[in-house]
């Protein structure tokens, strides 16, 4: 192999010695999916052009060079599918399990639907403890547009009464 392509390599796999062992192999299994989804061309790397198509298949058209380069740049190197597991590892350190997010969920769906209205959330967040601005609302939804069908937010898991998906 040539000397550029073993650091190369040997940089993109840095740091990732016990990265599957952050995990249970359901959830290594759910990434792997993620990742080969994001992986557009399947060449093994995620790359700017692979960002840029799969936001585009979510609806997110306009996405700047600048910021799929800021995204790409988050790694070390190359993103393979260790880099991308180390990467999801360090943004998930410190953060509640998967349990606890769903109860906090629950919690504000006493009626067991399965969603959050919208209102309901915006209330919450501009009345409670560390109160958000009308302009950090608005940045919110834009950032992160609520789903268009009613109703809008939905935690995992069917509510009690909830139709099965379609199949």
């Keep these: 192999m ?10 993109a796999g840095e ?16 990434y792997k999916e ?8 399947r060449d093994g790397i995620i790359s700017k052009d692979d960002l840029r198509d799969v936001l ?15 995204m790409i740049k988050e790694a070390s190197g190359p993103i393979n599918f260790t880099v991308f597991l180390t990467m999801f590892g360090e943004k998930l350190k410190g953060a509640d399990p998967e349990d606890v997010i769903v109860n906090a969920f629950k919690v504000l769906d006493p009626e067991g639907t399965g969603s959050i209205k919208k ?10 403890c560390d109160r958000f601005t009308k302009d950090e609302i608005k940045n ?18 069917p509510a009690p009464h909830a139709a099965p998906p379609p199949s």
């Design 2 to 11: 040539a000397p550029k392509k073993a650091k190369r390599r040997a940089a």
């Design 119 to 128: 209102e309901f959330l915006e209330e919450l967040l501009t009345t409670q």
């Design 56 to 70: 585009a298949s979510m609806g997110q058209l306009n996405t700047k060079n600048e910021e799929l380069e800021a």
């Design 15 to 30: 740091g990732s010695s016990n990265v599957f062992s952050m995990f249970e192999q359901s959830q290594i299994q759910e």
């Design 140 to 157: 919110m939804w834009q950032a992160f547009p609520p789903d268009v069908a009613d109703p809008p937010l939905t935690h995992p898991g």
């Design 34 to 41: 993620a990742f080969t989804i994001i992986d557009q061309n």
